[in-house]
């Protein structure tokens, strides 16, 4: 068994009251076999709060959410590390609990993408950067995935269902990374390594 952390992070653009933004993010503790198959999980972390800043579009939102998830993954995988393989170990190999951060955001997915992002908000491109600083550094990956598999959605959004649906996922977390379809054709969602990228 190999554990590694996914965090999932959201933001709803100017629905709270005052347009301010509401962000949301869930760190989960599962095993690798979640890249290939459903996994049971552990939540080790959620919030559900306004943005500490101004944020002037929905990429921007978005982007301070994510960051947010990187960050209590970050924290989440080298604890982890620390308690399963030692100190010593830990702090040799940054790279022994796998980190995954998950966005619904496709222009965020993009934007991350790129070698030197080019945005017009330079705090949007900063807070880009720290998310690919947070997963290279541990060997993670940030992946898309559909609105409908986002477990932090229910942290964001005034609606009842997605609440339901967010207490449910509570009670029996289970993470998966990869979709079945009808016909048994399983698709990948989109995977991006700044390791392999950076020297592409």
Known sequence: MKLCTVAYGDS???NAPGCKTQQGHVTTLTETTCTTRETRASIVDWRSGRAHRVVRSTLAGEAA????????????????????????RARQDLTLVPLYICTDCKSLYD??????????EKRTTIDIMSIKESVSAGGG?????????????GLTKMCKTLRKTLLSWQMNPIVTLREQVANSFEVAFNLVNYKTSANS
């Open 111 to 120: 934007a991350i993408k790129q070698v030197t992002p080019s945005l017009s």
């Open 12 to 14: 709803s653009f100017a």
């Open 141 to 153: 990956r940030v992946m898309w995935l559909p609105t409908l598999h986002m477990k932090a959605d």
């Open 65 to 88: 959410a994510c960051d947010n998830a990187a960050d209590s993954g970050v924290y989440t995988a080298r604890f982890m590390a620390e308690v399963v393989h030692g100190r010593q």
